[in-house]
């Protein structure tokens, strides 16, 4: 009995090992979901405290990082439902400008440095606009690096559905973002 717990603790110590690996994406989801940093912390709290007390549901050597992200998505949908709360498309967020932004291995001067956490600002709001249902299929594939499957997994949708929300989505967002790359029409 005693070597069964020890063993389950070995086996819950080693998914919270790789489940933390997981959280600064999980907190980029959550923040370009619910747009406030407290809100976001307290939704990636919430989805790791469900994962610990759930791990034994997960199937080692499957996509944990797609497991993760579908209990914060499913985590923030019913939060927003539970607490009647609306998110409004022209909210912005206290998230700062660059915060997608992924610096080069090499010591970008000043003025690129200005440059990218300007453009990171311009699509950081660019996809604060978008509604959600285009905004979350554009968060996994093209920014969480989730497959169409895995995406629509997640959001619990056909993938032809993946397929057309974000097809829409990064059209919306390639109109909001035209003027500023200087796109032709």
């Excluded at 923040?31 to 940093?37: F, G, M, Q, T, Y």
């Excluded at 939704?43 to 579908?70: C, D, H």
């Excluded at 607490?83 to 700062?96: A, H, S, Y």
């Excluded at 992924?102 to 970008?108: D, V």
Aim: glycine content about 8%.
């Amino acid at each position: 009995m005693v070597r069964g717990a020890k063993a389950q603790s070995e086996e819950k110590e080693k998914f919270s090992q790789e489940a933390v690996t997981y959280l600064d994406h999980l907190y980029r989801m959550a923040l370009h979901l619910a747009k406030e940093k407290d809100d976001a912390q307290d939704i990636v709290q919430e989805t790791y405290s469900r994962a610990l007390g759930a791990y034994r549901q997960f199937t080692p050597g499957t996509n944990m990082k797609a497991w993760l992200t579908k209990i914060l998505y499913n985590l923030f949908f019913d939060y927003f439902h539970q607490k009647k709360r609306w998110v409004l498309v022209e909210d912005k967020g206290d998230e700062g400008p660059g915060y997608w932004e992924r610096a080069s291995g090499e010591n970008p001067g000043p003025e690129s440095q200005i440059l990218l956490k300007e453009r990171s600002g311009k699509i950081a709001e660019a996809l604060r606009k978008l509604p959600a249902e285009f905004r979350a299929p554009i968060l996994l594939v093209d920014m969480g690096d989730f497959s169409y499957v895995e995406a629509a997994e997640i959001l619990s949708c056909p993938v032809g559905t993946i397929r057309s929300r974000l097809s829409r989505g990064r059209r919306l967002l390639h109109e909001q973002l035209k003027g500023y790359l200087g796109a032709p029409e």
